[in-house]
């Protein structure tokens, strides 16, 4: 399992409902074969459409 820390920000929606929204942050974990991650950071970006109330990963 992989934990990621972090936190998001966003922009304002614009006329059609859409706002996007960017995170980033540390990942840590337990298992030995993944311990190269630990400490390494993660990215996100999404679409968030307030009108539908759904999200679109990029």
Same mark, same amino acid.
């Given at each position: @399992?992989?934990? /990621? +820390? /972090?936190?998001?920000? $966003? =922009?304002?929606?614009?006329?059609? /409902? %859409?706002?996007? @929204?960017? $995170? &980033? $942050? +540390? %990942?840590? +974990?337990? !298992?030995?074969?993944?311990? =190269?991650?630990?400490?390494? /950071?993660? +990215?996100?970006?999404?679409?968030?459409?307030? !009108?539908? =109330?759904? !999200? &679109?990963?990029?």
């Amino acid at each position: @399992m992989l934990v /990621g +820390t /972090g936190g998001w920000t $966003g =922009d304002a929606p614009n006329p059609r /409902g %859409i706002a996007k @929204m960017r $995170g &980033k $942050g +540390t %990942i840590a +974990t337990a !298992f030995e074969r993944l311990s =190269d991650l630990n400490g390494k /950071g993660w +990215t996100c970006e999404a679409d968030n459409n307030v !009108f539908a =109330d759904r !999200f &679109k990963w990029q």
